[in-house]
């Protein structure tokens, strides 16, 4: 279900119009209104290396009766990386995506770098309720040996690992003050099930997972 497009004349828009009753859409065309799930998105975030993608494997098993897990990477391809606009269509693409599948009446768990200010300026964020936002962070060194460690195909040299540190370090320096502010979780001497233990209780609310 293309929230975009109106079920009755077929307009298309970029920027949905919400009302707040019900909640509903309405067409800027021709005034239908149609009621919609608008429900909040859990953005599991963090620089790269921090074990997102390794806790989402595990939220996957945990979770799939009641939310999505989806990984962001898997739509990062050529035509939806537009760097000079801050790679704003990838973003958009990604709130387009979590609306529709909210209509099943799951939230969506999204695990991908990103941070508010990348989400919450745009006109695809009226669809949600809420946009929650947790970053997974460790101390420096150890996610620089992480990096280096991983496979040659993801092209972790010297350079690019400096910096991601220095995003790390922004992340961690400014998170409290952003809009909405972000949750830090450090990785660093965790293990990989109990980072995500955590993770499912930022989530939920439920202490610990099911078994």
Not at 28 to 55: I, M, Y
Not at 111 to 126: D, H, S, W
Not at 154 to 165: F, K, S, T
Request: glycine residues 6%; proline residues 9%; aromatic residues 8%.
């Amino acid at each position: 279900m293309n929230l975009l497009i109106c079920a009755r004349c077929g307009a298309y828009t970029d920027t949905p119009v919400v009302e707040p009753d019900g909640p509903v859409l309405r067409c800027v065309e021709c005034g239908h209104r149609q009621p919609f799930r608008r429900l909040p998105l859990f953005s599991v975030a963090g620089p790269s290396g921090t074990g997102k993608s390794t806790v989402g494997r595990l939220l996957t098993e945990w979770l799939s009766d009641r939310y999505v897990v989806v990984e962001q990477d898997v739509l990062w391809v050529g035509g939806l990386r537009d760097p000079s606009h801050h790679h704003r269509l990838f973003r958009s693409t990604w709130l387009r995506m979590a609306a529709m599948l909210h209509q099943s009446g799951r939230p969506v768990v999204l695990c991908g770098t990103v941070v508010p200010p990348e989400f919450e300026p745009l006109p695809e964020r009226a669809l949600f309720s809420e946009i929650r936002y947790l970053s997974l962070m460790c101390d420096p060194d150890v996610l620089a040996e992480r990096l280096r460690a991983r496979p040659a195909w993801r092209e972790w040299d010297e350079p690019r690992i400096a910096e991601m540190l220095e995003y790390a370090e922004w992340i961690r320096e400014n998170a409290a003050t952003m809009s909405p502010p972000m949750t830090l979780l450090d990785t660093t001497h965790a293990a990989v099930e109990e980072t995500a233990q955590a993770v499912h209780a930022w989530i939920t609310g439920e202490s610990r997972p099911p078994r």
